[in-house]
């Protein structure tokens, strides 16, 4: 089986994903749909695409089978609830949405539906969550009962360019962006190794000190002026969960963005910007090779002119060794893949499931346990730390 799909917002980030679908045999046709035609049309000669569609409500009235988005974080929810309600099987960038209510609309149309939803949460396959969660599977940590899921992305190293791409020239308004409003790269990273949810939390944010424009309540479009924030998290198991989402830090996010720590009662995990050991009662093994990638590209390479050098490793990352490459398409071998080796999975989990008529592993559900905790984090943090209640959705029907 075959289905069509068109990726809606063909810029820096949707138009690699746009090649890859192309390149998928799932995939039949694929088609570009952006703000900006000449983006579209761009897109549509450099990967080969097989069309354009001039709107959002085109492609939706369209026989086209299936929508990727990839258009501005804070859009994602009602246009997922739209595509889905059109008839379509929705692939979607994080963050899911950026409401409870939104979540919670997404998850009802998926189910009356029947479609496939999935988003594209990079850090499942993160070279660091799939070796931990290999060891939780193999039952070494023991008992979990601590995790720590940091996204330490400085504001310096490539954001400034990429809000400027996306934002135009009011790029400062949407700069600001809440960082717990973005928190599947941490949370996800760590869920996707431990499966579970978070049932309450606590969250400091740290106010912004640049004066700058950025992160200032009286330009922000979501009157935020935390650029750094803190949640710690109650697991339904009854362990905890840290979480840092930085803007404004000194570390080299180009090597690392997200990195994780698991503590188990036999054995643990720590990953550091270059280093990644393994350890337990008695000694200490590097891993760092097993979750280091190779990249797959130059990152002089074209198709990334408009991308800020600092930002091009997350497109240019091939697999680590832990990765089970011999899952993925031969037609991927060799193709461009971004995000520690995650761009390949994302795509051939959201084709095959699609095609199968399967539940993709990042579904409705476990996208809101992704998402739903750095929302109510955020509230959390305008509420001085205010311990509060995390909604669950439970997990997805087995049909």
Not at 18 to 37: C, I, N, R, T
Request: aromatic content about 10%; overall charge negative; hydrophobic content about 40%.
């Amino acid at each position: 089986m075959t289905f069509s799909i068109g990726v809606v917002g063909v810029g820096q980030f949707g138009s690699q994903f746009a090649h890859l679908f192309k390149l998928h045999p799932g995939v039949s046709a694929v088609y570009a749909v952006d703000e900006l035609p000449e983006r579209a049309a761009a897109a549509q000669e450099r990967w080969g695409l097989d069309g354009v569609k001039g709107s959002f409500e085109e492609l939706l009235e369209s026989d086209v089978d299936a929508v990727a988005i990839f258009t501005q974080r804070w859009t994602h929810g009602p246009l997922v609830e739209r595509a889905l309600r059109a008839g379509k099987h929705v692939y979607s960038a994080v963050p899911m949405a950026i409401s409870e209510e939104e979540i919670a609309r997404i998850i009802e149309a998926v189910r009356e539906t029947k479609l496939v939803y999935a988003m594209g949460e990079t850090s499942y396959y993160n070279p660091a969550t799939v070796f931990a969660r290999q060891q939780h599977a193999a039952g070494k940590f023991g008992r979990i009962f601590y995790t720590e899921g940091d996204y330490v992305h400085d504001m310096d190293l490539g954001f400034y360019e990429a809000y400027q791409y996306s934002g135009g020239e009011h790029w400062k308004e949407t700069a600001s962006y809440p960082p717990m409003l973005y928190p599947t790269h941490a949370i996800g990273g760590v869920l996707g190794a431990v499966p579970g949810h978070a049932v309450s939390v606590s969250c400091i944010g740290v106010k912004d000190q640049r004066g700058d424009g950025v992160f200032d309540k009286e330009v922000s479009m979501f009157a935020n002026d935390f650029s750094n924030a803190t949640a710690l998290f109650e697991m339904n198991d009854g362990g905890a969960m840290r979480t840092n989402e930085m803007r404004r830090v000194g570390y080299p996010s180009h090597i690392r963005e997200s990195r994780f720590r698991f503590f188990g009662t036999e054995a643990s995990f720590e990953q550091l910007a270059t280093t990644t050991v393994w350890q337990d009662k008695s000694s200490v093994q590097d891993v760092s090779e097993q979750v280091e990638t190779k990249p797959t590209m130059s990152a002089d390479d074209p198709s990334l002119a408009d991308v800020a050098p600092e930002l091009r490793d997350a497109f240019i990352s091939g697999l680590a060794p832990v990765h089970d490459q011999s899952r993925l398409p031969d037609e991927f071998l060799g193709a461009p893949n971004g995000h520690e080796g995650s761009h390949q999975f994302l795509v051939d989990d959201f084709v095959t499931a699609v095609n199968n008529r399967t539940l993709p592993p990042v579904n409705a559900w476990v996208a809101a346990r992704f998402t739903l905790p750095g929302i109510v984090a955020h509230e959390s943090a305008l509420r001085d730390g205010e311990r509060l209640p995390i909604r669950d959705f439970g997990d997805a029907p087995v049909e």
